[in-house]
């Protein structure tokens, strides 16, 4: 049995960075970074873009270079799972047979894709898009000749996929249950704004429509039969339909969640010494009027991180952290600050047509967040707002002669 002083589920964004937030912050004990995935930390946002489409590297996504982790006394242990967890003993047992035990344990673990339950489901040639393997294992069903591509779900990550693949000359279509784009996180007229871009793309989008079936030949994936009775002819399907927290274990352990794990200001859950961060941590968040919610987004898993680190160094810091975003789509980049559900009330700032715009969320009278479209200007002045919560006159805000910093 082996003991480290900090054990980390999850060499993802919340798990890198809880080991060098621990490490900046003078920790000098050992730390684990246990994942069950076999690669050294990686950034997953390219995954769905220049990583899918072949523009950047592997070695260009590492957090850091692989040498790094060793050198600051941090022990990584790949391809290995955190399958039990006794809180009382403060241990763990690993996929490997072995167990360590820890003093503190930082829960890092995401969440795993939701697969596709329909019929036809469990056929070759089906992907979700969340770690390296996934993406390796498309690119190469590309490489050797696929083209035809139905994406489920016209999130961020189903439409960062469908332009990627446009990019590489697949043919693709995305289909969405909901009437838009995009619909759970932003408003109609982001929606409307991508769903025109991907079509000027050649994407054909189809909404309120599901997948009703996949059917196969040979045991591959050959058409996909939606809810509206159309038959699309499919090389490839990708699932971009959500993801389940990976907290089987400290559910198991008893750790209070129902929606991922239950934590608090310093992200301790219901047991102790145990902390949880990152997209499986379910939190009161200011910014969604105290709502219990988890956050899919690098800045949620690295601002919880540092959280945890600190509380472990002694020093208290509860989170409160804006939330932001961003999404790259051709030559669009969206960047978003603040949560807008919720909104009563919308302002554009801006003309969708010369591809540089905002849309402003509005929650009785107060700014509550934005998405701003290839204009990093107002996104970085509008956070301050947001976090503000600033009441200005709508007409104001929509003058795009006028600065958002000038506002305040
Ligand atoms: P993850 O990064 O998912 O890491 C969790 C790790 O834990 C995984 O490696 C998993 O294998 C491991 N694990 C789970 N359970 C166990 C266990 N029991 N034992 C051992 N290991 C375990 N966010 C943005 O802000 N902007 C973007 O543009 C963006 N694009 C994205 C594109 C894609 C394709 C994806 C998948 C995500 C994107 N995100 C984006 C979201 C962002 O990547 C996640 O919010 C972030 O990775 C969450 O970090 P995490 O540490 O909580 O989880």
């Given at each position: 049995m082996e003991h480290f002083d900090v054990v980390i589920v999850g060499s993802g964004h919340g798990g890198a960075q809880a080991a060098l937030s621990l490490r900046q912050a003078g920790h000098a004990e050992p730390i684990l970074l246990l994942s069950r995935d076999r690669n050294p930390p990686y950034e997953?946002?390219?995954?769905?873009k220049d990583y899918l489409s072949g523009e950047k590297p592997f070695e260009r996504i590492l957090i850091r270079p692989e040498a790094f982790w060793n050198e600051r006394g941090i022990t990584l242990r790949l391809g290995c799972n955190a399958d039990t967890l006794d809180a009382e003993a403060h241990s763990l047992i690993l996929s490997d047979g072995g167990t360590v035990t820890y003093r503190k344990l930082i829960w890092a673990g995401g969440g795993d894709p939701r697969r596709l339950s329909c019929s036809g489901a469990d056929l070759a040639g089906i992907h979700a898009v969340r770690s390296r393997r996934d993406v390796d294992t498309l690119r190469e069903e590309l490489a050797a000749g696929a083209r035809q591509v139905v994406i489920a779900g016209a999130g961020y990550i189903g439409l960062e996929a469908a332009a990627s693949l446009t990019k590489l000359g697949c043919e693709v279509t995305v289909v969405e249950a909901l009437e838009r784009a995009m619909a759970r996180v932003a408003g109609p007229e982001l929606s409307d704004f991508f769903a025109a871009e991907h079509r000027a793309h050649g994407v054909d989008l189809r909404f309120g429509t599901s997948i009703e079936r996949i059917e196969g030949e040979g045991g591959r994936v050959a058409r996909v039969v939606l809810s509206s009775g159309t038959v699309l002819p499919a090389d490839v399907v990708i699932a971009g339909i959500g993801i389940v927290p990976a907290v089987g274990p400290l559910i198991a352990a008893?750790?209070?969640?129902?929606?991922g794990v239950d934590v608090d200001e310093f992200c301790r859950t219901s047991l102790d010494d145990v902390y949880a961060i990152g997209d499986c941590a379910a939190h009161a968040n200011a910014f969604a009027d105290s709502q219990v919610i988890r956050l899919e987004s690098v800045q949620n898993a690295n601002d919880m991180a540092n959280v945890a680190a600190r509380e472990i160094m002694g020093e208290r810091t509860p989170y409160a952290a804006v939330p932001w975003f961003w999404s790259n789509q051709y030559d669009l980049r969206l960047q978003t600050a603040g949560l807008s559900a919720g909104h009563d009330a919308t302002v554009l700032r801006g003309d969708p047509a010369e591809r540089k715009f905002s849309v402003i969320y509005l929650k009785e009278g107060r700014v509550i967040a934005l998405d701003c479209v290839n204009n990093t200007r107002d996104y970085a002045q509008g956070r301050k707002l947001v976090e503000a919560r600033a009441v200005i006159a709508p007409d104001l805000l929509a003058d795009a002669e006028v600065p958002l910093k000038d506002m305040l």
């Open positions: 997953r946002p390219p995954l769905s008893g750790a209070a969640g129902s929606n």
